[in-house]
C-alpha cells in the first residue's frame, strides 16, 4: 500500500464499523426533542412589574386551528395560523395571568406549531420560546443573569415550567 491508502483505509473501516454499530432508522431510535408540538403549557413571568402587554407569536409550517385557554381569569380563544405567517393572540391583561400567581396558559393545535411568548411595557421587553409538552424533561440548564446583573437592585433572572 502506498502512503495514502492506509489512512483511507483505515477512515472507511473507521465508517462501515459505525454503521454496522449504529440501529436502523425507526428501529428504536429515540425521538429528538424540538420546539414545535400540537400540546404547549406556558406561563408569563414577571416583566419588572405585573403589568404590561403580553401576547403569543404563533407559527406553523402548515395550515393549523390553535384554541389558546387560559387559567386565570378564565379565556379562550381559537385561532387559524397561516403557513410563513406569525399569529398574533393578544391576552388578558391582569396580574394573576403570572406565573407568581398561578396563572397559566394552555394551547393544543392540530398540526405541529411553534409559540413564542411577548411581554411588552414601556421600558421593557421580555419574550420567550415556549417548549411543546413532548420536549419536556426533568433536568433543565438555565442560562442567566445572576442577582443584580446587568443593573443593581433588579430582580434575578427567571424560568417558569407549568406542572
Known amino acids: 500500500m502506498n502512503g495514502y491508502a492506509a489512512p483511507r483505509l483505515a477512515a472507511l473501516m473507521l465508517c462501515v464499523t459505525a454503521m454496522m454499530a449504529s440501529p436502523p432508522a425507526g428501529a428504536g431510535a429515540v425521538p429528538v426533542p ?20 403580553k401576547v403569543l407569536y404563533i407559527a406553523a ?5 390553535v384554541t389558546v385557554t387560559v387559567t386565570r381569569p378564565s379565556y379562550s380563544t381559537t385561532v387559524a395560523v397561516t403557513p410563513g405567517f406569525l399569529t398574533e393572540v393578544p391576552l388578558p391583561q391582569p396580574e394573576t395571568l403570572f406565573a407568581g400567581y398561578g396563572g397559566s396558559v394552555h394551547l393544543r393545535a392540530d398540526t405541529e406549531v ?3 411568548g411577548l411581554s ?5 421587553s421580555d ?7 413532548d420536549a419536556l424533561g426533568t433536568r433543565y440548564t438555565v442560562m442567566a443573569w445572576g442577582a443584580g446583573v446587568p443593573f443593581p437592585g433588579f430582580p434575578q433572572s427567571e424560568f417558569a415550567i407549568v406542572a
Open 61 to 65: 409550517d402548515a395550515p393549523a386551528t
Open 120 to 124: 411588552r411595557m414601556r421600558g421593557s
Open 127 to 133: 419574550s420567550f420560546l415556549a417548549l411543546p409538552t
Open 114 to 116: 411553534a409559540v413564542f
Open 34 to 53: 424540538d420546539s414545535v408540538g400540537t400540546d404547549f403549557w406556558l406561563a408569563f413571568p414577571r416583566n419588572y412589574t405585573e403589568r404590561g402587554y
